[in-house]
């Protein structure tokens, strides 16, 4: 039996399809009126099953454009302008997750954590419980933006906001390798006595010579909390805000009970883990540029427009794309091609209204 909550749209489709076709419609003893019941409660099935899932993950500048501040108001507007983009998806009746950075929010949220402890003496927050703290704020600001457009435009559609947990491991090698700069910056001194407190953690010279800043781990994400519930509110036509900065770091403690964890995940990772258990039917990676490039802002750029799983690879290994943007969302875009995903468009708010836009990744070869 095929399982009907869990396939893509086209093969709902053809099973459904293949319904009608069946020798259970073809029976001579089957009754008119039963004919007639199961083809309106199919047709209603099918209306409601065939619609494409998107999963959309929003860049940094969805929130916050380089040289501002990043005042409310500044956010409000970046976000409303971003919306606005996002209603061709609505026009074209798409059922839509949503996931965003949170960088430079969870930045301050820490900066105004360590300000208070040391005017105050307030205690400080860990950086997981900062993450949920980001979570609720940027999520407000999209649901209420996208609401307010939507009701403009004379759509019905509900939006909600999950606060997201991601579970990681412990044993993840990147707990070994601490990376990602979070918080202030301290100068070695205030670095030699921060480890002095607390000697588990981590701290890296910045390369600008502008001191040292605590670094934690980015590990691999590995389940998304709320999953289920995800997929059915998406299912029945509610625009879903999850997974914001790839969710809320936990691990599972030997009693299997889950608690925070401080790391930072990759949120286009997440967001194609999620993508790819909700089995949505495209991601979109969005980002400041309109495609991925090779020799990317060089006088030899070349603009990607369609991408197989192979030539990605080999870019990556050719260092076409930097770590500090592009290859992370190539990397995710391979995830969910790699694990059933049929397509993954990387591009700007822009340009998500014109067809075959951006660069696209699916399975060519």
């Not at 019941?37 to 047709?43: I, P, S, V």
């Not at 930045?107 to 980001?134: E, Q, W």
């Not at 670095?191 to 800043?213: M, N, T, W």
């Amino acid at each position: 039996m095929i399982d009907l909550v869990n396939n893509t749209t086209k093969e709902r489709l053809d099973f459904s399809l293949s319904f009608f076709e069946s020798d259970y419609c073809n029976k001579k003893k089957f009754h008119w009126y039963a004919v007639f019941f199961n083809f309106c409660f199919l047709k209603s099935f099918l209306t409601f099953m065939i619609k494409k899932l998107a999963v959309i993950a929003l860049g940094g500048n969805a929130l916050l454009r380089s040289g501002q501040k990043g005042t409310i108001e500044e956010q409000r507007k970046n976000v409303y302008e971003t919306c606005n983009k996002l209603l061709h998806f609505v026009e074209q009746d798409y059922n839509i997750v949503i996931g965003h950075g949170n960088g430079p929010q969870v930045g301050n949220v820490l900066l105004g954590s360590v300000a208070g402890n040391k005017l105050f003496g307030l205690p400080m927050m860990p950086l997981d419980i900062c993450g949920s703290f980001t979570q609720g704020h940027i999520g407000y600001l999209i649901e209420q933006q996208f609401s307010n457009l939507i009701r403009t435009k004379g759509f019905e559609r509900q939006i909600v906001t999950l606060v997201t947990q991601v579970v990681v491991s412990k044993s993840d090698p990147a707990f070994s390798h601490p990376s990602k700069p979070i918080g202030p910056y301290y100068t070695e001194a205030e670095k030699d006595v921060l480890i002095g407190q607390h000697p588990e953690d981590s701290y890296a010279a910045d390369p600008k010579g502008r001191g040292f800043r605590k670094v934690v781990a980015s590990p691999q994400p590995l389940e998304i909390q709320n999953i289920h519930l995800i997929k059915r509110l998406a299912e029945e036509g509610n625009i879903v805000i999850a997974s914001g900065g790839g969710g809320i770091p936990v691990v599972r403690n030997e009693n299997g009970d889950i608690e925070g964890i401080e790391a930072v995940i990759d949120k286009d990772l997440a967001l194609a883990l999620l993508a790819t258990k909700l089995r949505a039917d495209e991601l979109y990676i969005l980002t400041d540029v309109q495609h991925a490039c090779l020799y990317f802002n060089t006088s030899q750029e070349i603009p990607l427009n369609e991408l197989s799983i192979a030539d990605a690879r080999q870019y990556l290994i050719d260092g076409h794309f930097s770590e500090g943007s592009m290859a992370p969302k190539i990397r995710a875009a391979l995830y969910f091609i790699e694990n059933g995903g049929s397509e993954c468009i990387i591009t700007d708010a822009a340009h998500l209204h014109i067809p075959n836009a951006g660069t696209r990744i699916r399975k060519l070869d």
